[in-house]
């Protein structure tokens, strides 16, 4: 069966001349206008292993190229450029597929100047798995290292492959920072105006930098024996995190309290390490199979009715281990029974019936909104529990928030590489809030809360942010002096 005129005609536009873009105020680096996105093959052979080319071919060719994604998609809705829309990335990966173009460094370029919020996945008529597709695209532009430099190799080093693969590492960085912050050295810098003279990268990216408490999360932990004496119907396992454990430990903490209030046994077992989800999304994909292994170790898989997450973008990345691990002969089976576990802390609360909290309703209540986080809506298609706890706690009046399925622009490590696209984002976000007359606000990612919070404050706006959960854990606190939560602010 032949392809159809409207992409044959894709074709043409996007690979058949060189691109002219129009300049873009949020792109940080440089383009030339007559740059090609890919080179036509001539005597180059791709070498064994290329990501795209082993993908089942009817991933690659199941987009109908219908535009339905494109009003969805940030990057398109800014640029209004074809490459930078989900279908016209898809149509380049297609290509290289084919054998008709060839990776270059513009592909690499235009493959991560994709933000990953998978709003083309909920706006898809045809289902097209475009995670999985841009996943290998990253990985193979990575492979053939097209975007290679001195720094650019350095910094993925650093970060992806050294201070991220141990837990240990990760809690002594968070401690020398939990160390700056408490000697009061960041009240001292953003205050003197020290960073006027910093380079413009760090400038950008330090009102970013995340409180670290005092304690991480207690790894080990299992609920204590006088409380497993209570009727307890299910076992879970809680994974920590790594942004989670280093900067929003309480959450955790709150995650096993929610679970006990509602009648689980919960573990939190040594050994685990990061999901791997930074990995995957970021072209390092064999590096994001050894975490997948890893977590498969230290958790008891068959032991447990459930393995829940409370961050969003790892419990997208969590689910698919199966797929990752496929063909594996040691680990496969079990990473099926893994995928099979894997649940959304909000999504498995609803799922087993939660307690609504007690409390005295109140005839002011706290206005509170919700932003959704994109892997939680988009990637594990996940829209009501979160809704159903909100408007659960007597305290609050749930407000719908404008867009608030629209990406904030934190999006991974997105804050850090394309910061210009990130604060437009951010920017449209915080109007949004601003404009609900909310005094809180939820979320379900650490990037999220992080990237949110800091827009706030950045415009002076006085709104708490916090995690559906933690508002849950501080309801069912409250149920003991029947008392109204804790202030707000």
């Not at 209004?80 to 054998?99: T, W």
């Not at 955790?252 to 046994?265: H, P």
Request: hydrophobic share 40%; charged share 25%; aromatic share 8%.
């Amino acid at each position: 069966m032949g392809e159809s005129p409207s992409l044959r005609s894709a074709g043409r536009s996007v690979f058949a001349i060189p691109e002219q873009r129009p300049k873009n105020p949020f792109r940080s680096e440089v383009h030339h206008p007559k740059r090609w996105i890919c080179r036509r093959l001539t005597d180059s052979v791709l070498p064994v292993g290329n990501y795209l080319k082993g993908l089942d071919y009817s991933i690659v060719q199941q987009c109908m190229h219908c535009g339905l994604c494109l009003p969805t998609c940030p990057t398109y809705d800014a640029t209004k450029r074809e490459s930078a829309s989900p279908r016209g990335r898809i149509a380049l990966m297609r290509a290289i597929a084919d054998d008709r173009l060839e990776v270059t460094r513009a592909f690499g370029e235009e493959m991560y100047f994709c933000l990953g919020c998978l709003a083309c996945m909920t706006a898809c008529p045809a289902g097209v798995d475009y995670a999985h597709l841009f996943e290998m695209a990253r990985a193979e532009v990575e492979r053939r290292r097209v975007l290679s430099s001195p720094k650019r190799n350095f910094v993925r080093w650093a970060l992806i492959r050294w201070l991220f693969a141990k837990r240990a590492r990760l809690r002594f960085f968070g401690r020398l920072l939990w160390l700056y912050q408490k000697l009061g050295l960041q009240t001292f810098v953003r205050r003197s105006g020290i960073l006027r003279f910093a380079p413009k990268p760090l400038r950008e990216l330090e009102p970013l930098t995340p409180t670290i408490l005092d304690r991480f999360t207690p790894m080990g932990y299992r609920t204590p024996a006088a409380a497993r004496d209570a009727p307890r119907t299910r076992r879970v396992g809680v994974l920590a995190g790594c942004v989670q454990d280093l900067v929003f430990a309480d959450v955790n903490c709150d995650t096993a309290f929610v679970l006990e209030q509602n009648g689980c046994e919960v573990t939190i077992p040594k050994g685990q390490e990061c999901c791997g989800s930074l990995h995957g999304h970021n072209g390092e994909w064999e590096l994001a199979k050894q975490f997948a292994r890893k977590n498969l170790d230290a958790f008891d898989v068959d032991a447990l009715d459930a393995i829940v997450i409370n961050a969003a973008g790892c419990g997208s990345h969590l689910r698919h281990y199966d797929r990752l691990l496929a063909g594996d002969p040691v680990y496969g089976e079990r990473a099926k029974t893994w995928s099979r576990k894997v649940r959304d802390i909000q999504e498995y609360l609803v799922e087993i019936g939660f307690r609504p909290p007690r409390g005295r309703k109140r005839e002011a209540k706290i206005r509170l909104a919700y932003h959704e986080a994109c892997h939680l809506v988009h990637g594990q298609k996940i829209t009501g529990p979160p809704r159903i706890i909100l408007q659960a706690l007597p305290a609050y009046e749930f407000l719908e928030l404008p867009e608030s399925s629209w990406c904030c622009g934190s999006a991974g490590v997105y804050n850090i590489t394309q910061p210009e696209m990130s604060a437009e984002l951010l920017r449209r976000k915080v109007a949004h809030i601003a404009s609900t007359g909310a005094s809180v606000l939820a979320t379900s990612n650490p990037g999220c809360l992080i990237q949110v919070a800091a827009g706030l404050r950045a415009h002076g706006i006085e709104v708490r942010v916090a995690h559906p959960v933690t508002l849950l854990a501080e309801a069912y606190r409250a149920e003991k002096n029947d008392s109204p939560n804790p202030p707000v602010i």
